[in-house]
């Protein structure tokens, strides 16, 4: 390795106070960071505040870096600050050490920390965890090939700083067996265990989704707009029960039971226009770490279009009349637009903060297993999910979780991190979640056994359970029921995190401004230390990053008037590499390129 | 290029706004106004004279028969900036068979090929649909002696994953394989290549079944595998590949009906609106497998394949929007009339039975009212019309 | 046709200023870039100013003085522009060109010899023809040689017997024809295959006719558009490649001329004239000059009536001399 790339680690650990301490043990075990130094182009992060600025934004999770990083491309001046040592706040990407310090905090109920309570941190002793060998998402996401966040990464480039690897495998938990969802024209038209008229209602339903836009389907739903969409998917495309769950829970990814036609519809359609875009899978996630990861790559982004940032930061009162905002270290702003806050960093005594009345409860475990059967080939992730009512718990709402593996970057070989979450609310929530991580305990000791079942088994093939019964099984892996079994091993957990989050966001069907406006309808006039902020939203309760961007531009909305031009940034210098060999003129820019793909041969005559 | 070159006003150029890769699904630009077109011009005077200029070398090059080193990366330049120039690749080839060839043994051409393969790889890339280009890559290899066709197949694999019909791409293939098949010395391999085709269209059709293109080298490769003399050794763990191997080795015709039929019957019922695999059902119902089979054995496969559509056509109308497909009614129809064309060639046309007739009659009529726009088609359709 | 209604009408008057528009003086770089088909656009731009009955557009000494510039001494036949090499697909353009304007008698004996022997150098033993030294086989390259050869009135037995065998071989189990023997189907290879037997006198040669018109008919889409391909999108290049095919087969009642029309004028620019691929696309006069080729053969818009074989007038290939002679 040059020493230049050395020096440039070493500025990279005062500048990314969180990338820093996440520093691997082992040599060679993982990059450091995926974030490429911006030579030249990054300022220097400021001893002292300018004095000031148009506005001032608290808070560095992912809403609050989108809109930053759309602000100062807008040209406006942004200060951005964070109470905490690192960036990412309620989205942060955080080590062992970091998640003890956080939960600390979130139980004695300290500034920076609102919107998070009753963490639970277990972790066995004698414990072998290297703090800086893990990165741990206080809101992990999964982030759809067809998406706006998607599609803001590109334009923005922050996607640059980033690096992506796929998840394509989707399983169900039912009848006490993990299925995996057949969801492509492909996968159906090869799948050999499903009979034909089976494969025509699949994709009869399949087509139906894809096009209910058009006035066809549209009088269809519209004469269906009330309904449940279980009930409706069951009752017209007469999909069995184990199918609609898996469209509407699995890949619709529903928070909850009863959702209705529109919204279900269009979270089946998110998953199968995202298929194919950029390989065979639905989805993706960012390595290293997932919102945190991101909110960094718009914080950078920002800062190249001249934010000023400042970690331990935090602000104490807002004079609207004087539009002066005095921050914890003493200094004082003047604004000249506007200030907005995160719920989480709202100053003390605040009065405008919006009501949370939402929860979300996250259970989070690190198991020394490397759950790599859970995963499609050459992958690292995977996401299972609990229908309503499959647990022992009865559970009324699904349980979510996304599995991370070591190849994610954010734990060592041999190790996997679960993320479980369900909207449930209070000691239920708690009880689901655990009975959820007792049926991925059973599930993976089974998969991963050795000898019983991870020898090549033909579709008829017998074979005895380790408690000596016999049973048939299928060759699909994970679609075998493991009732009966009893492991001959224990899963060690090394680490065990429970808590619950609130937000104003209600668990919605379709992202809209709506969504956003609406929870944060208060009116912020009364007076107290937060007068007159505009506070962004805790993080929703939403699995995917939908909404994200729709909240980052309510909120531009607010500051700017509109937001038409959110992000209407051209980077045009940069092209000018390419302009020897490829098509000169920028206009021609526009075309779009996957149309061109699409069209036909040119034939000359 | 000389001024002198052209006179008058006319045809000093020709002002495409649309270059040959953008003559297709180019979306309209938006309008520029008088400023921009000002700036832009400015900002391209510069390149336009570097292009001008470049240009003209080349074409003096080419007229003076200049064939050495420079002139040769003069061509490197100006084919970089634009592939399109037919001419130039022709003066790049002159070049390279009068000065860089001569002198060169086996190795030494071969390992010069490899980096002009190189060359037009990256041209290949950005202009992924120019004949010129894929014309060069293709007298590369017939240059080299040495030619690595493996590594072909390779590459023409990571094209098809950005697009899967790309005609160039398939038309390469065909080529590649054939440069194959002449290095191969006996029957048995030329048809094992003709083998692992077969097997990349299975793939590529599990991928997409509306591949038309690889249904259609389907085809191709089925008429040479099923009539040929020699043996296909075993090339791939895969049940289904060996139950096809044996079918061609075997000259099975039926056999290989029976496992295609499978496919045909899920691709339709998996999207019975794709008209690729309808086209490729019509031909396994033609007389490229029905010629010598026997007569009441190959009605009783027709009855069964008309059935199972008729099956599939019922499903489809009970569907909520209570709509016709018609590919499966066209299937139907053409296969009432094939069944004729089979009683009047090897049986009796007399015993054609009469409620076919009036079967086939039903169907056209319905596929007049749902398909009005090839209406005439189905009426000068019969079951005597050639 | 119904007035003041754009998508209704063909917009004559802006389709001639665009095209005109196209060969003047090149002013960004991406003109000076064109020459490879320049030769092709002229062609196209000239013979759709013919259709539309505005052949004065330009003056005839200057494209026919153009033309003779782009003769290459060294092999005989055209090139795209001045200086460029003879090819097969440039040769015909400019010998359409100049027996759209009656000049054929501009070639001197000389030239017109060599470019005769040019074009019959190209056939190999199999009866197809490369493109040019160097080029590529494809059954384009049969047709403009074919074309090319009628033009100059110049086929024989020996040249039209094993080009028609070739191209018999490229036809498909589906019925259309390919680009060599094997290659798939394409509506655009039907066209040359369909005109080079219609040329030679060889249609009753062409096997299983009914599934060739079947497939033809069935590139029509719902949007009225024609694809050259199946599952592919409709464009409007494809009304002469698919329609050309159905009338030399003498079927063009087996698509719906209503919704085809449509969708050609549709795609016009009403604003700078010029026809794209598809509405709301970019145009370009390759889409022009088809567009309006398809309009002529379903008769609409008052427009001169074209060959379908030659993709020339047939005021004008009527003084073609008819293989066999």
Redesign the interface.
Known sequence: MTSAVKSRRASMAERRPSMAERRPSGLNSRRPSVIPYLAGLEKPVLPTLPSKCDVLICGTGLVESILAAALAWQGSNVLHVDANPYYGDTCATLTIEQIRAWCASVNDGSPGFHGFSKAMLHIPSPHKLNSRDYGIDLTPRLLFAKSDLLSLLVASRVYRYLEFQSISNFHTFENDTFDKMMST??E???DQSIN??T??LL??FIKFVLEYELP?GKK?VESHMNENFVDFVHN?FHLSPKQVNEFCYTLGLSPMPKISVPQGLSRVRRYLISFSVYGDFPTLYSKYGGPGEISQGFCRSAAVAGATYKLNTSLKYYDPKTKIAYLNDGSKVNITEKVVCSPSQAPGGSKNVPKMQYEVTRLISIVEKSCKEWFAEGENAAVVVFPPKTLSTMNAYPVQAIIMGSGTGSCPDGQCIWYLSTIERGERARKDLQAAVKKMEESILRESEDGGFDVELSDNDVAIQANGNVSVINSVKLGKSFKEFVPREKLKYLFKLIFTQTTSVAPFGVVSNNVFEKAEETEHIDAGPDEKVIYSSMPSTEISYDGVVTEAKVLYSKIVGSDDDFFDVDFEDEDEDN??????????A???DT??????????? | MAENNTTGTFLDGYRTEA?????????R??K?DEKSRII?RNK?AA?IANYRKLQDTVFTGYEKNLYNNETFKFTTKLL??NPELYTVWNYRRDILINSKFPGMNIDQKHNFLEQELRFVL??LK?FP?CYWIWNHRKWCLKEDLRADYDLEMNLINMFFQ??ER???AWGYRMFIADCIKDSKQTEEDRMNLYQKEFVFTTRMI????SNYSAWHRRSVLVDLLINTNAKLPKIIDDPKQELYRNAFNQKDKAEFLRLEYEVF???I????DNSSVWIYGKWLFSDSFYDDMDFNFGNSFLDQAYGAVNE?AE??RE???GKENQWCIKFNLYLLKFKFVRYRKCGDINKYPEFLKSKFAELKKKLIKIDNMRKQRYLDFSLESA | MNEHNDDELLLVEKHTNYIKDLFRKPV???HWMADH?KM?ALYWGICALFLMHQEDAFKKEDVVSFIIKCYDNKYGGFGSAPRHEAHI?ST??ALQVLKLYDSLDALSKEQKDKTISFIKSLQLSDGSFEGDRFGEVDT?FV??AIQSLAILEELDKSIVDPAVDFILKCQNFDGCFGMVPGAESHA?QAF?CLGTLAICNSLNKIKNPEALEWWLSDRQTASGGL???PE??P?V?YSW?VLSCLSILKKLDYIDAESLVKFILRAQNSETGGIA?RPGN?CDV?HTFFGMAGLSLMKKGDLLLIDPIY?LPTNVTKTIKKYPY
Not at chain 1, 579 to 588: K, L, P
Not at chain 2, 19 to 27: D, P, S
């Open positions: 024209k492909e159906i038209f090869v034909l008229p494969k025509r994709m009869r066809e269809i017209i302009a020897n060999t490829r098509n000169i003129d920028d206009e021609s526009i075309a779009d149309e061109e793909f699409q069209s036909e041969m040119a034939f000359e005559l | 270059g040959i890769q953008r003559l297709h699904g180019t979306k630009f938006k520029t832009r391209e390149r970089n900036w990256v041209q950005s649909k950005v697009d790309n005609f160039h599990k991928r997409n079944i019957l899920n691709a019922y998996t999207d019975p599939l499903l489809e569907d909520m929007t | 960004y770089l991406e088909l092709n697909l015909l353009s384009r047709y403009t655009a040359t694809n050259g391909r592919k999108l464009d290049c490649w691929d970019e390759y993709g």
